[in-house]
């Protein structure tokens, strides 16, 4: 039973357009979301999170939007730049709970110059 | 300030042994989680401490599995008669959950590779 998914295995995406990852959950108990990105022998970093009461949280050049009807989140990244290329984790977790985090299957992002 | 750290980074082991993962995670954060990536996929929860205890083993596999944190610090994952399915990189994780909001940061992980 996958409470978290990225039905998206990877994306190519031109410099400077923007990117788009979805993310998709089942559990209406996650209350916290986040974004990791992973690069090759190294271990997730974490990019940006949201609160199930906010619709919308930026950072920069990443913007992460929750759609609690939905259960669908999506990260944005714009204007994307090759360094971005890496694998993007979303993770979902239960606050009220002990707060271990639900990944989904990861989305390949290659950014071409 | 200091990240998470694991050691080792890499660890090789015969079918059979014993093996002990460390991490040694943000310096004061009560939180500390493992997890387990198999490739191409995201990590798996195994098991999490509040502090010395275990507040939450249910992602531990099977009993060859067990985890300590005896001072609320260091945390080390034990792995008992190790098999190829184990084959895995394991990931460590710290928070602060004081704040309300726990986010999460990773360690580089250690690639176990069972023979």
């Known amino acids: 039973d996958q409470q978290v998914k990225q039905n998206s295995p990877s994306l190519s995406v031109q410099e400077g357009r923007i990117s788009i990852l979805n993310c998709d959950y089942t559990n209406s108990m996650f209350d916290y979301f986040l974004w990791y990105k992973k690069y090759p022998a190294e271990g997730p970093t974490f990019l940006i999170s949201?609160?199930?009461?906010?619709d919308k949280n930026e950072d920069g050049r990443f913007t992460v939007f929750l759609n609690k009807s939905a259960k669908h989140l999506s990260l944005h990244i714009v204007p994307s730049q090759p360094g971005d290329s890496a694998v993007y984790f979303c993770a979902a977790s239960d606050q009220s709970n002990t707060g271990k985090l639900i990944f989904g299957q990861g989305t390949t992002l290659q950014v071409k110059p | 300030g200091a990240g998470v750290s694991q050691t080792p980074s890499n660890k090789v082991t015969e079918k059979g042994k014993y093996v002990e993962l460390r991490c040694d995670p943000i310096?004061?954060?009560?939180?500390l989680y493992w997890y387990r990536q198999s490739l191409g996929q995201g990590p798996e929860f195994l098991i999490y401490f509040q502090g010395t205890g275990a507040a939450d083993d249910s992602g531990l596999p099977n009993d060859r599995f067990f985890a300590v944190r005896p001072e609320g610090s260091v945390s080390t994952l034990k792995i008992q008669r190790t098999e190829r399915g184990d084959s895995a990189v394991y990931l460590c994780?710290?928070?602060?959950?004081?704040?309300?909001?726990?986010?999460?940061?990773f360690g580089p992980g250690t690639r176990l590779t069972v023979l």
């Open positions: 949201i609160s199930s009461i906010k």
């Open positions: 994780a710290s928070s602060d959950r004081t704040g309300g909001s726990d986010t999460q940061y």
């Open positions: 310096s004061g954060h009560t939180a």
